[in-house]
T-cell receptor
Framework: ETGVTQTPRHLVMGMTNKKSLKCEQHLGHNAMYWYKQSAKKPLELMFVYSLEERVENNSVPSRFSPECPNSSHLFLHLHTLQPEDSALYLC???????????????FGPGTRLTVT | AQSVTQLGSHVSVSEGALVLLRCNYSSSVPPYLFWYVQYPNQGLQLLLKYTSAATLVKGINGFEAEFKKSETSFHLTKPSAHMSDAAEYFCAGGRAGNMLTFGGGTRLMVKP
């Protein structure tokens, strides 16, 4: 595997289910990101991790719970979601995060989530 | 607050015609600007990036963009559209902490 991979690619879940999205980066990067892409809305940054520490939480509802067990893996745990949470969830990684330098973000293919 | 605005959510061109996708940024956005492309059912792929080294930036697949500070613009162009260019294009600005702020996206359609 190369780059950033995400599983599953498609997920349908009921509002009472609990599921998890997985992201893995094979680039040796230190920072990882979760984005939400909804129809007719700009991509929204949800969470950012740097060296397994959360550095940004963009006012995301608590029904979304991220986990970063190591710098290569990022999870998004989902529970009691709403239909409006249906979207494409994209994971990205970057080499690092540092002042004065902007490191390019590499994106995975996304997980298409449908909440019924 | 910083923002990135893409003018035109849909652009349609004929194959072989010039492609012009517009992006304007707010003046508070740091001088890091990006264009990404998203093909159906795929993630975002970086086309090109501006990091203040040169105002005209060349990217992959024949695309280029010009940073114009006086106009706060970073429009994406390609001299001759190909059918394979049909996709959604996103302009983004980099902000402190390695975060990206995205525009709303422009869907490019290429007619034969």
């Amino acid at each position: 595997e190369t780059g950033v991979t995400q599983t599953p690619r498609h997920l349908v879940m009921g509002m009472t289910n609990k599921k998890s999205l997985k992201c893995e980066q094979h680039l040796g990067h230190n920072a990882m990101y979760w984005y939400k892409q909804s129809a007719k809305k700009p991509l929204e940054l949800m969470f950012v991790y740097s060296l397994e520490e959360r550095v940004e939480n963009n006012s995301v509802p608590s029904r979304f719970s991220p986990e970063c067990p190591n710098s290569s893996h990022l999870f998004l745990h989902l529970h009691t979601l709403q239909p409006e949470d249906s979207a494409l969830y994209l994971c990205a990684s970057s080499q690092d995060m540092a002042r004065g330098v902007f490191y390019e973000q590499y994106f995975g293919p996304g997980t298409r989530l449908t909440v019924t | 607050a910083q923002s990135v605005t893409q003018l035109g959510s849909h652009v349609s061109v004929s194959e072989g015609a010039l492609v012009l996708l517009r992006c304007n940024y707010s003046s508070s956005v740091p001088p890091y600007l990006f264009w990404y492309v998203q093909y159906p059912n795929q993630g975002l792929q970086l086309l090109l990036k501006y990091t203040s080294a040169a105002t005209l930036v060349k990217g992959i697949n024949g695309f280029e963009a010009e940073f114009k500070k006086s106009e706060t613009s970073f429009h994406l162009t390609k001299p001759s559209a190909h059918m394979s260019d049909a996709a959604e294009y996103f302009c983004a600005g980099g902000r402190a902490g390695n975060m990206l702020t995205f525009g709303g996206g422009t869907r490019l359609m290429v007619k034969p």
